[in-house]
């Protein structure tokens, strides 16, 4: 059983930065991909970005590509999200998520609580 954990949110300006963390533990993190979602209020959940087990393959939503970077760290079981030029539309709760597919359309086992990104215009 992975448990994840992610950190970061907060408030900022719209052009901001941000990098939200997300750290597994309980299980072998190079097992799964991992992925990055968001929801804002009164939305369905929206796929973001995934990265493979070993960091060489990524996958962005159109909307946050060439603004956001998905990375992960293996040795510290971490995964992150970088996210520059942040816009009021890119306020969401954000979700970490790992599975053993690789793709936008993969399927994820283990989800975290979430963290909370408001961009103030």
């Known amino acids: 059983q992975v448990q994840l954990v992610e950190s970061g949110g907060g408030l900022v300006q719209a052009g901001a930065s941000l990098r939200l963390s997300c750290a597994a533990s309980?299980?072998?993190?190079?097992?799964?991909?991992m992925g990055w979602f968001r929801q804002a209020p009164g939305k369905a959940r929206e796929f973001v970005a995934i990265?493979?087990?070993?960091?060489?393959?990524?996958y962005y939503a159109d909307s946050v590509k060439g603004r956001f970077t998905i990375s992960r760290d293996n040795a510290k079981n971490t995964g992150y999200l970088q996210m520059n030029s942040l816009k009021p539309e890119d306020t969401a709760v954000y979700y970490c998520?790992?599975?053993?597919?690789?793709?936008?359309?993969?399927?994820?086992?283990?989800w975290g609580q979430g963290t909370q990104i408001t961009v103030s215009s």
């Open positions: 309980g299980g072998t993190f190079t097992r799964y991909a």
């Open positions: 990265i493979s087990w070993s960091g060489r393959l990524t």
């Open positions: 998520a790992a599975g053993v597919d690789y793709g936008p359309a993969a399927k994820y086992d283990y």
